[in-house]
């Protein structure tokens, strides 16, 4: 996609908005009232629609909002579906509510991941999710991606006992429970802030990847007021897209307005949690597709918690079709779709091929951007940090949050370099040429890392921009000083090859020993994940024979791929950096280095 077209494409999602504009309802019209059933305390997990009230978005539709807080022991949908409010915020577990006959319908989404976990203190000795068994834990109401969680792990429901939820962190604390479910965008601060150390267990572990926090409303709002719900779709999305635009803001007009529980620290917590799962700088909100639905509910079909043989359309669930493909939700996204096909071709050169055609749908293009295996960051012309992915969050250590609009040479480049590396950056916004640059950067440890640049400036309209991608060139120093192991192996003495095997060997252990416990994933993912290593199906079950021969001195190769392996650590290592035996790892990693 070019510049030129990713504005084309702007402008035309852009032109049924603006047509709609002119069919809200005249202010000095009579408000129509209607409720919100919130399905937790005032916090800003409900920032959009207060700022849609408080910037007057509901207002511009005609509507004036009351927002109901939760109450324990009381579920929301059935309060909506009794008649106490006419839209509600629930989960996933809508799904199942309209399989049962529940008249629901989903608007839109909020949550583009859901924050629904489980959780454990680490002296409890629970830290694998399958020895929640016969064990306590405090279960809000509408979890059944959890319990799907479970029973996909082995973990039947009727083999815990499930207490009603407190909302509150107390029980869990206390002892009084074994596990609970929390959303990870505020219990977690709960338990840092009172330095507990705890294992969290997420359905995406297991492959369950469900929406959150979507607005909801009933058959008979649709059937008696189709407007009114589209309305409050509308104004409640806007509302959401000013509050993530304006964080401080929000959180402040939350602490004047709203009774809550939480300081300010944690609510920009929370906020900074919510938009990773929201992805609101690259999704609009209320955005969903029809498939991601599919597979939610295949998830809930393989559990059982819906029937095979379905009686209900998924069509009639989702009441507003949505485009097939996101809406920008900035203007700086814009730019990044215009260049997300120069991310693909650098990515290829650098070895790391993730499209086949240009082509493919821009929501892949989202997924590569953000799960680049390298640091990419979009930096203006006075080289403030405009976006970056979580790969460069990884490497460099800070969240986008803490960085965001900071000058990116002062805050990475090392002094020495950063002259030389400023200088390159102003002939490359000049001449609008690209280049590539090895250079040292800075890390939040402090530690040093050698890193090659690939830089791609652009100019839209008088703005000038610079796209960078970085590679972190010490683990392909690491392969070039490995590169004559095999030719010592094959010449040296049988006692110092038995030795270098072992460390082979010692070393695929400990990664998957890490892995496991790090990612509650298996050593298929690791395979599948890392793709270093062949996974192959037996009569339907996934195996990993080639790994499998690295795990014991009396199967590995005589000639081993001794790459493969040191890569495996790489990953490891990337992936799982505050893992108590990661530093172990490196270590065991360098001393085969020096064999």
Same mark, same amino acid.
């Given at each position: 996609?070019?510049?030129?077209?990713?504005?084309?494409?702007?402008?035309?999602?852009?032109?049924?908005?603006?047509?709609?504009?002119?069919?809200?309802? =005249?202010?000095?019209?009579?408000?129509?009232?209607?409720?919100?059933?919130?399905?937790?305390?005032?916090?800003?997990?409900?920032?959009?629609?207060?700022? =849609?009230?408080?910037?007057?978005?509901?207002?511009?539709?005609?509507?004036?909002?009351?927002?109901?807080?939760?109450?324990?022991?009381?579920?929301?949908?059935?309060?909506?579906?009794?008649?106490?409010?006419?839209?509600?915020?629930?989960?996933?577990?809508?799904?199942?509510?309209?399989?049962?006959?529940?008249?629901?319908?989903?608007?839109?989404?909020?949550?583009?991941?859901?924050?629904?976990?489980?959780?454990?203190?680490?002296?409890?000795?629970?830290?694998?999710?399958?020895?929640?068994?016969?064990?306590?834990?405090?279960?809000?109401?509408?979890?059944?991606?959890?319990?799907?969680?479970?029973?996909?792990?082995?973990?039947?429901?009727?083999?815990?006992?499930?207490?009603?939820?407190?909302?509150?962190?107390?029980?869990?604390?206390?002892?009084?429970?074994?596990?609970?479910?929390?959303?990870?965008?505020?219990?977690?601060?709960?338990?840092?802030?009172?330095?507990?150390?705890?294992?969290?267990?997420?359905?995406?572990?297991?492959?369950?990847?469900?929406?959150?926090?979507?607005?909801?409303?009933?058959?008979?709002?649709?059937?008696?007021?189709?407007?009114?719900?589209?309305?409050?779709?509308?104004?409640?999305?806007?509302?959401?897209?000013?509050?993530?635009?304006?964080?401080?803001?929000?959180?402040?007009?939350?602490?004047?307005?709203?009774?809550?529980?939480?300081?300010?620290?944690?609510?920009?917590?929370?906020?900074?949690?919510?938009?990773?799962?929201?992805?609101?700088?690259?999704?609009?909100?209320?955005?969903?597709?029809?498939?991601?639905?599919?597979?939610?509910?295949?998830?809930?079909?393989?559990?059982?918690?819906?029937?095979?043989?379905?009686?209900?359309?998924?069509?009639?669930?989702?009441?507003q079709p949505n485009p097939e493909?996101?809406?920008?939700?900035?203007?700086?996204?814009?730019?990044?779709?215009?260049?997300?096909?120069?991310?693909?071709?650098?990515?290829?050169?650098?070895?790391?091929?993730?499209?086949?055609?240009?082509?493919?749908?821009?929501?892949?293009?989202?997924?590569?951007?953000?799960?680049?295996?390298?640091?990419?960051?979009?930096?203006?012309?006075?080289?403030?940090?405009?976006?970056?992915?979580?790969?460069?969050?990884?490497?460099?250590?800070?969240?986008?949050?803490?960085?965001?609009?900071?000058?990116?040479?002062?805050?990475?480049?090392?002094?020495?370099?950063?002259?030389?590396?400023?200088?390159?950056?102003?002939?490359?916004?000049?001449?609008?040429?690209?280049?590539?640059?090895?250079?040292?950067?800075?890390t939040r440890k402090g530690d040093?890392?050698?890193?090659?640049?690939?830089?791609?400036?652009?100019?839209?309209?008088?703005?000038?921009?610079?796209?960078?991608? =970085?590679?972190?060139?010490?683990?392909?120093?690491?392969?070039?000083?490995?590169?004559?192991?095999?030719?010592?192996?094959?010449?040296?003495?049988?006692?110092?090859?038995?030795?270098?095997?072992?460390?082979?060997?010692?070393?695929?252990?400990?990664?998957?020993?890490?892995?496991?416990?790090?990612?509650?994933?298996?050593?298929?993912?690791?395979?599948?994940?890392?793709?270093?290593?062949?996974?192959?199906?037996?009569?339907?079950t996934a195996k990993t024979r080639?790994?499998?021969?690295?795990?014991?001195?009396?199967?590995?190769?005589?000639?081993?791929?001794?790459?493969?392996?040191?890569?495996?650590?790489?990953?490891?290592?990337?992936?799982?950096?505050?893992?108590?035996?990661?530093?172990?790892?490196?270590?065991?990693?360098?001393?085969?280095?020096?064999?």
């Amino acid at each position: 996609m070019t510049i030129r077209s990713a504005f084309i494409l702007f402008f035309v999602h852009l032109i049924p908005l603006w047509l709609l504009s002119g069919q809200t309802v =005249a202010q000095t019209s009579p408000l129509t009232q209607v409720r919100l059933q919130m399905k937790w305390d005032h916090q800003f997990q409900f920032a959009g629609y207060y700022m =849609a009230q408080a910037k007057g978005f509901y207002q511009q539709q005609g509507i004036a909002t009351q927002f109901i807080s939760a109450k324990p022991n009381q579920d929301p949908v059935t309060n909506v579906l009794n008649g106490n409010a006419e839209f509600g915020i629930g989960n996933s577990e809508l799904m199942i509510r309209y399989h049962q006959g529940d008249p629901v319908k989903v608007l839109g989404v909020i949550l583009q991941h859901s924050p629904l976990a489980l959780v454990s203190l680490k002296d409890s000795g629970i830290d694998q999710v399958e020895k929640l068994t016969n064990r306590t834990v405090m279960m809000e109401q509408g979890a059944s991606e959890l319990l799907a969680y479970l029973m996909r792990k082995g973990v039947k429901s009727e083999r815990i006992h499930t207490v009603p939820h407190s909302f509150h962190t107390t029980e869990l604390t206390n002892k009084t429970v074994d596990a609970m479910s929390i959303y990870t965008t505020t219990e977690l601060y709960e338990l840092e802030q009172k330095k507990l150390n705890y294992y969290i267990f997420s359905p995406r572990n297991a492959g369950i990847d469900f929406y959150g926090d979507n607005l909801f409303t009933t058959e008979r709002i649709i059937q008696n007021h189709p407007d009114l719900a589209t309305r409050f779709a509308q104004a409640s999305f806007e509302g959401w897209q000013y509050a993530m635009n304006h964080i401080e803001e929000t959180v402040d007009h939350i602490l004047k307005n709203y009774p809550t529980s939480r300081d300010r620290q944690a609510l920009l917590y929370e906020a900074s949690s919510m938009r990773d799962l929201m992805r609101s700088n690259l999704i609009k909100p209320g955005y969903m597709t029809f498939e991601r639905w599919q597979h939610i509910q295949a998830a809930y079909q393989e559990q059982g918690l819906i029937p095979e043989d379905l009686n209900r359309s998924l069509n009639d669930f989702l009441y507003q079709p949505n485009p097939e493909e996101p809406e920008s939700s900035s203007y700086l996204t814009i730019i990044i779709l215009g260049l997300i096909t120069v991310i693909a071709v650098l990515v290829a050169i650098r070895g790391y091929i993730f499209l086949q055609r240009a082509s493919r749908a821009r929501k892949q293009l989202y997924a590569m951007l953000d799960h680049s295996p390298i640091p990419v960051m979009l930096i203006d012309e006075q080289y403030r940090l405009m976006q970056w992915n979580h790969k460069a969050e990884k490497t460099f250590g800070w969240h986008y949050s803490e960085v965001k609009f900071q000058n990116a040479l002062e805050l990475l480049i090392i002094p020495t370099h950063r002259i030389h590396f400023r200088k390159a950056l102003e002939n490359a916004l000049k001449t609008q040429t690209g280049f590539d640059l090895i250079n040292k950067v800075q890390t939040r440890k402090g530690d040093t890392l050698s890193c090659s640049w690939s830089i791609a400036p652009f100019q839209v309209q008088s703005h000038r921009y610079l796209l960078c991608m =970085a590679i972190d060139t010490s683990e392909i120093r690491q392969l070039k000083a490995l590169a004559l192991a095999p030719k010592k192996v094959g010449n040296c003495k049988k006692d110092d090859k038995q030795q270098f095997l072992a460390g082979l060997v010692e070393i695929m252990q400990l990664s998957l020993l890490i892995w496991e416990e790090e990612m509650e994933l298996s050593k298929i993912q690791l395979a599948d994940q890392s793709r270093l290593w062949r996974v192959s199906l037996d009569n339907g079950t996934a195996k990993t024979r080639t790994l499998d021969k690295y795990l014991s001195l009396e199967t590995i190769p005589k000639n081993p791929r001794w790459k493969n392996v040191i890569q495996t650590a790489n990953f490891v290592i990337r992936q799982c950096p505050s893992h108590p035996m990661t530093n172990e790892l490196k270590t065991l990693k360098q001393k085969y280095q020096n064999l």
